[in-house]
């Protein structure tokens, strides 16, 4: 079972891979800003499956969350903020390798969010999804270093 340092280091490879791809397919340039948003994301979304046990990982993830609860304050982001909040709540209630070890999970979770911030927020669809497609692919490394590629795909879909 690898490491959070594993983990993060598969979350910077996501990133990389998502950061070429939107290169290609976009038609505006990833400002310095979002790259930072994206890498910061794809970083998050390679611990969040083990935020549900009490490790380095569920650290850095509580001290992330704290920064989006201040951001969401100070931008009177409420049902973001309510949202967030409800997250940090939830996890503590959930066991390790259930629903955040889920495939389905790991990309309608975020989704969801994104259709919540699109609705409330006026940033461009193609940075949302840019952010979104950082966090999902994170997070789906984290789960191909968890389980590998044969087990993944025999296993959770």
Same mark, same amino acid.
């Given at each position: 079972?690898?490491?959070?340092? =594993?983990? +993060? ?7 990389? #891979? ?6 290609? &397919? ?8 979002? *790259? *930072? ?5 794809? +970083?998050?979304?390679? *611990? ?10 569920? %650290? #850095? ?9 201040? %951001? ?8 973001? !903020?309510?949202?967030?909040?409800? +997250?940090?709540?939830?996890?503590? /209630?959930?066991?390790?390798? %259930?629903? =955040? ?5 790991? #990309? =309608? /979770? ?5 259709? +919540?911030?699109?609705?409330? =927020? ?8 840019? !952010?979104?497609? &950082? !966090?999902? $692919?994170?997070?789906?490394?984290? *789960? $191909? ?7 993944? /795909?025999?296993?959770?879909?």
């Amino acid at each position: 079972m690898p490491n959070y340092r =594993t983990h +993060l280091l598969g979350g910077a490879v996501s990133f990389v #891979i998502v950061y070429k791809l939107a290169g290609y &397919c976009s038609p505006e340039p990833i400002q310095n800003l979002s *790259i *930072i948003g994206g890498l910061g994301l794809a +970083l998050l979304g390679s *611990i969040f499956p083990d935020i549900d046990v009490p490790s380095r990982m569920q %650290t #850095i993830f509580y001290r992330s969350m704290i920064v989006v609860l201040i %951001t969401t304050l100070i931008f009177k982001l409420w049902k973001l !903020f309510i949202g967030a909040s409800a +997250l940090s709540c939830i996890i503590l /209630f959930i066991r390790h390798r %259930t629903i =955040t070890h889920q495939i389905w999970f790991l #990309i =309608t /979770f975020p989704l969801a969010l994104l259709f +919540l911030i699109k609705n409330k =927020t006026s940033f461009s669809l193609n940075l949302l999804m840019f !952010f979104y497609a &950082c !966090f999902v $692919l994170g997070a789906l490394s984290h *789960i $191909l270093l968890d389980f590998g590629i044969k087990r993944l /795909f025999r296993r959770r879909l």
